[in-house]
C-alpha cells in the first residue's frame, strides 16, 4: 500500500475513533512524528481529509479536526436512512442463509460500557452489519455511500453515552432487520432500518444537546 494511503487510514481512523477530538488543532510535523510517516505522504493524507470534510486548514494553526454540530448529526442519520433502506432492498434477495447468520452472530456481540477498547471494537462489528447489507445490494457506488456515511456516524461515538440498555437495544433492532431480509418482506425492512437509525439519530442528539448545555453552564460560571 503506498505510503499515503496509509498515512490517509491512519489518520482518518485517529479522527473517527476521537484519538484526535473535535476542534483540536494538529501540525503536519505532529502526525508526520506520531506516525513515523514521511512529511510529503502526510501532507497528502491531510489534503484529502480536508477534501472529506474532517479537517480544517487554519493560518498560524496548521489544521483543525471538524468539530460536531447538531445539523451533522441530523445530516447524516437522515441520508443513512434513504441510503440504507434502497441498499437494503436490493440486497433482500442476495442475501443467503450463510450471509443473514454471519449478521445474527455480529448482531449478538456486544460491549463493556467502561472499556473503550470494547467500545471500539463494537463499533467497528456495528459498522460491518450494516456494509454486509450495502454490499449484498450489488450497487459498488451506493455500498461505498452507505460505508461513508456509517464511518463518519462513528464519530459520534463521542458524544453518545453507550449504556448496557443501548446495546440491548441496538442488538434487538439488529435482529428485527435481519428477520425481515429473511423473509424477504420490503416493506418490513424498511420499517425495521428506519427505527433502528432513527432511535441511533434520537439517542446520539440527546447525549450531543446535554453535552452542550452542560458545557454552556460550566462556561457561565
Known amino acids: 500500500m503506498p505510503l499515503a494511503d496509509s498515512a490517509y ?3 482518518r481512523n485517529m479522527i473517527i475513533s476521537g484519538e484526535l477530538p473535535p476542534d483540536s488543532a494538529i501540525t503536519e510535523n505532529s502526525i508526520v512524528e506520531r506516525l513515523a510517516i514521511g512529511k510529503t ?15 480544517n486548514v487554519t493560518p498560524r494553526l496548521g489544521y483543525v479536526v471538524v468539530g460536531i454540530t447538531r445539523r451533522d448529526i441530523e445530516e447524516i442519520f437522515q ?12 440486497a433482500m434477495e442476495n ?4 450471509a443473514l447468520d454471519q449478521l445474527t452472530e455480529l448482531s449478538a456481540i456486544g460491549y463493556d460500557p467502561d ?14 452489519f450494516h456494509d454486509i447489507i450495502a454490499g449484498a445490494s450489488g450497487n459498488r457506488r451506493l455500498a461505498d455511500l452507505v460505508s ?29 432487520i435481519i428477520n425481515a431480509l ?3 418482506d ?28 452542560h458545557s454552556s453552564s460550566n462556561g457561565s460560571h
Open 148 to 176: 461513508r456515511l456509517v464511518m463518519e456516524s462513528r464519530r459520534f461515538i463521542q458524544v453518545a453515552v453507550l449504556s448496557e440498555e443501548h446495546g440491548r437495544q441496538v442488538s434487538e433492532q439488529h435482529v428485527a
Open 186 to 213: 420490503a416493506d418490513a425492512v424498511a420499517s425495521t432500518i428506519r427505527a433502528h437509525v432513527e432511535g441511533r439519530l434520537n439517542v446520539t442528539l440527546e447525549c450531543f444537546l446535554a453535552g452542550v448545555t
Open 115 to 128: 472499556d473503550h477498547e470494547s467500545l471500539l471494537t463494537y463499533v467497528g462489528v456495528n459498522a460491518e
Open 182 to 184: 429473511r423473509e424477504r
Open 95 to 98: 442475501l443467503d442463509d450463510v
Open 41 to 55: 505522504p502526510v501532507r497528502e493524507a491531510m489534503r484529502r481529509l480536508v477534501l472529506e470534510g474532517l479537517l
Open 79 to 90: 441520508l443513512r436512512v434513504i441510503a440504507e433502506v434502497a441498499a437494503a432492498h436490493l
Open 9 to 11: 487510514i491512519l489518520l
